[in-house]
């Protein structure tokens, strides 16, 4: 009777453990951190405020297309029609402006991507703070990002209670 007892107070001993670390179950939240990120006000005028001081120059390189459009379709235009060395001045022209194009268009496009990258490694982090702060509200143990999940239920996702806390936390001035 005794070892037939033991091994039935070791199966309900068990039973009683595995019983307590099942209804401990984590809380998951689901977040979208990049829509999260781009739907809020500052990011939004961010964005305004990127495309408005780079305008100008943006315009001065579209100006210099246009004027090495004009030169190659003089070129092509007038063949036969201009001498070696006018043809040669207008290929020349062209190459200067097809030079100057790709160093305003490289240049503009180091400075873009430069004050972007500080705008959403700024943004992001503050984003990332505050997520955290959610989850402590919430009182989630893990908050995972909708682009590495499969499936989740709606009502985990936080993405706008995140865009929302951004809002309220550094509003727009």
Known sequence: ????????????????????????????????FQKALLDTKELTKAAADLTAKFKPRQDALE????????????????????????QADL??????KTTEAQRI???????????R???LQKSGQRMTDLIKK????????????VQSTYFFKPVMDI?????????????VK
């Not at 290929?91 to 200067?96: E, I, L, M, N, V």
């Not at 268009?105 to 004050?115: A, G, I, R, S, Y």
């Not at 959610?134 to 990002?145: F, M, N």
């Open 1 to 32: 009777m005794r070892l037939f007892s033991l091994p039935a107070l070791a199966v309900c001993a068990a039973g009683l453990l595995f019983s307590q670390v099942a209804s401990a179950q984590s809380k998951v939240g689901v977040i979208n």
């Open 91 to 96: 290929q020349a022209r062209g190459q200067r």
């Open 63 to 86: 100006k210099i297309q246009r004027e090495l459009n004009d030169l190659q379709t003089q070129l092509q235009g007038s063949a036969g029609k201009l001498s070696p060395q006018g």
């Open 134 to 145: 959610i989850a402590e509200e919430k009182g989630l143990d893990i908050v995972v990002d």
């Open 105 to 115: 268009q490289d240049d503009l496009q180091t400075d873009v991507d430069n004050e």
């Open 159 to 171: 993405t706008v209670d995140a865009t929302a806390a951004y809002d309220k936390a550094f509003p």
């Open 117 to 119: 990258n500080a705008v």
